[in-house]
């Protein structure tokens, strides 16, 4: 498998859920509000045998030519946004699901592909809204074909694994990619940083801070006796680690 990660930048992120671009060579992060975190938006592509899976969708920025960063970053690497055929989404939080749509015209940003959604998150994303769910995000995909709707835990394909785990979100979902001796794993929040993996750490802004610190602390087990792929959507350093 082909991983390519998708920076769009890093970026300070306090109480407001504003994401305020950090430039890491020039500011500082005790300059900005009291309890600013630094983090890195990053999707990822990964390419399989049989598909070009995009995994979250960025905040949705456009540059001033009015084109998707995450349409120019994947150009960057040879990939046309209708070459991407899934699109597997963590959680429904503005800085993971700002891509799926253009807002301003109402056409997916991924015109072929398949969007895979836990159920449970897209309803209640729904019904929470701002500050952490922008709902004209993804509210085009209600009724679209393209809206894959899935429960619990389950596989795409027999070789895409996904679990809800909660902790980050109610109905967080995570993914292991299965090819040939391969194993990819995407925690989406509830694994953000490779720093949480090798730390126990219980963080004040998870809906389940115990749990997800017990999820990290048995993926790192589980990924060094597997030799996982682990892809960290927050890491300024480090987006793709193995133990």
């Known amino acids: ?17 504003e994401f305020i671009p950090f430039q890491l060579n020039k500011d500082r992060l005790e300059d900005r509000s009291e309890g600013s975190l630094l983090v890195e938006i990053q999707p990822f592509v990964v390419t399989t045998a ?11 920025f456009t540059g001033p030519d009015g ?19 899934k699109v597997l989404i963590s959680h429904l939080h503005k800085d993971h699901a700002g891509g799926i749509a253009f807002n301003d015209n109402g056409e997916l940003s991924f015109a072929n592909a398949i969007y895979y959604i836990n159920e449970d998150e897209w ?23 393209a809206l894959q709707l899935i429960n619990g835990s389950g596989a795409i394909d027999n070789y895409i694994e996904y679990e809800v785990t909660g902790a980050h979100s109610p109905f967080h979902q995570v993914f292991k990619i299965k090819q ?48 996982w792929v682990f892809l960290f959507y927050h890491d300024v350093k480090s987006p793709v680690h193995t133990f």
């Open 180 to 227: 040939d001796d391969e194993i990819v794993f995407f925690g989406g929040d509830v694994a953000p940083q490779l720093q949480q993996l090798k730390n126990r750490f219980k963080a004040k802004y998870d809906f389940d801070g115990e749990k997800a610190m017990q999820l990290r602390s048995l993926w790192r087990r589980l990924g060094e006796e597997e030799k």
């Open 123 to 145: 309803n209640s994303a729904s019904e929470k809204g701002l500050p952490s769910y922008k709902i004209d995000d993804f509210s085009i995909l209600r009724n679209a074909p």
């Open 50 to 60: 049989n598909d070009i899976l995009l995994l979250d969708t960025g905040l949705g």
């Open 67 to 85: 084109k998707l960063q995450i349409h120019q970053n994947l150009a960057a690497h040879g990939i046309s946004s209708s070459d991407v055929t």
């Open 1 to 17: 498998m082909k991983i390519i990660p998708l920076s769009e930048g890093s970026f300070t992120v306090d109480r407001t859920k």
